[in-house]
């Protein structure tokens, strides 16, 4: 990645976070591991086929759903269950995913059970891993719906389930759509909202659109971030430089995100509400060290998954990079500025009604596809450098007009 230093003017190169270096060696694990399993498994298929046989819909007792990585993916994949649901009506419905993201999906009523692994480490996911298939066996699976576009491993515990149907992508070079029954072809030309809903389909539930983006919501959270934030002065504007674990190449630099918050501070009294993880602490710093102190608070590891969404919808703007707060935000309507630069909003822009993403197409870019599983060697993100300070203000003008013209007061 190439942090803009703007007092110097030039660019220097940063070397990949120690946790993106894990993010990596867990993928190439995934693939080395992943597809002589996928082949071993494939050939014993192969001479059980002739006794395999697609459950009726009335015989449907319990369908799995796997999305594995992202949270972006999970708000896409949410407004599908209600119609999985209405499907299968006599269905016990599980979601097998990674722990961090639990609380997303439970509490309400979408789910009756929700199946987790760790993902810190790399002994701690492989028993996670057997436990999952062993707790699966035990709800004898009978739909297993697949939502990865790269990993293998979701195949593997879909197989490993004893499913007797399953579903899932068959994206090209990845080679992981042996061991599904239903094998949905991956369009790389349609937004994922879309795609996902081919999982859907082939498990037999009739669509016509993609629903809005949804996440469950929680009263008690949103008291609990109110009673925290709820007297800091309006606007609230939400800024993530952070990118997630995988490739820190789509972070816009964090001292761009400064001139911005400054100037929303200046020129519209903002208070700056700093969200990310604590391994991003650092970028969080940046922005902050440059603000006035009682026109900042860093959130970061300060809120839950779900009190984070609520602070998303209680705030009046976000700016993100090209990760899970981008579809939050539409999730919930809060306006929000996303910037891409090595993955495209063609594949993962934001669905909100007020949702805006700024992306210059280099020849280059998008070098972060599904198609290379969200892998890549630049060092040099032109991309997400060709976004300027300017822009994202004008964006962010447009964006805050409409609430400025009212009073600035959200929801108790």
């Not at 594995?68 to 649901?85: A, D, F, H, K, T």
């Not at 094998?183 to 389909?201: C, K, L």
């Not at 949103?222 to 800024?239: F, K, T, Y």
Request: with cysteine; hydrophobic share 40%.
């Amino acid at each position: 990645m190439i942090r803009a230093d703007t007092s110097r003017g030039h660019t220097q190169r940063a070397p990949a976070s120690h946790t993106s270096v894990i993010v990596e060696a867990k993928k190439a694990i995934d693939r080395y591991v992943g597809i002589p399993l996928h082949w071993l498994l494939h050939a014993t298929d192969a001479l059980l086929s002739p006794f395999l046989t697609k459950p009726p819909v009335d015989e449907v007792r319990t369908v799995v759903l796997t999305k594995i990585w992202g949270i972006g993916n999970l708000v896409m994949i949410l407004p599908y269950v209600q119609e999985i649901r209405r499907h299968y009506p006599r269905a016990r419905l599980v979601f097998l995913t990674l722990e961090r993201n639990r609380e997303l999906l439970e509490g309400g009523e979408l789910f009756e059970e929700v199946v987790t692994m760790r993902d810190h480490g790399l002994l701690a996911p492989v028993i996670d891993l057997f436990r999952a298939i062993r707790r699966l066996r035990r709800r004898r699976v009978d739909l297993f719906l697949d939502f990865e576009q790269f990993l293998r491993v979701s195949g593997l515990i879909g197989r490993l389930s004893g499913a007797r149907q399953s579903i899932g992508f068959d994206t090209p070079g990845q080679h992981r759509a042996r061991l599904y029954q239903a094998r949905i072809p991956y369009d790389h030309e349609r937004h994922m909202a879309s795609v996902f809903g081919d999982v859907v389909r082939a498990a037999g539930v009739g669509m016509d659109r993609i629903p809005a983006p949804r996440v469950p919501r929680c009263s008690e959270s949103r008291r609990q971030v109110l009673a925290e934030l709820g007297n800091l002065p309006r606007p609230w504007v939400i800024l993530h430089p952070g990118s997630g674990d995988n490739f820190p190449g789509r972070r816009w630099p964090s001292e761009r995100f400064a001139a911005v918050a400054r100037k929303l501070v200046q020129t519209h009294g903002a208070t700056i509400l700093l969200t990310g993880t604590r391994a991003e602490s650092g970028l969080l710093a940046t922005v902050a060290d440059s603000l006035p102190s009682t026109s900042v608070v860093s959130c970061a590891d300060r809120f839950s998954l779900r009190q984070l969404v609520e602070l998303i919808d209680q705030s009046d703007l976000v700016i993100s990079n090209d990760t899970g707060p981008v579809h939050l935000a539409a999730a919930v309507e809060t306006p929000v500025v996303a910037l891409y630069g090595p993955n495209t909003p063609r594949l993962y822009g934001p669905l909100g009604p007020d949702s805006r993403a700024l992306y210059h197409r280099l020849p280059c870019s998008p070098c972060l596809t599904n198609l290379n599983a969200k892998s890549s060697r630049c060092r040099l993100p032109s991309c997400i450098l060709a976004i300027s300070v300017e822009e994202v203000l004008e964006t962010c003008a447009e964006l805050l007009r409409p609430r400025l013209s009212v009073p600035m007061e959200r929801t108790p």
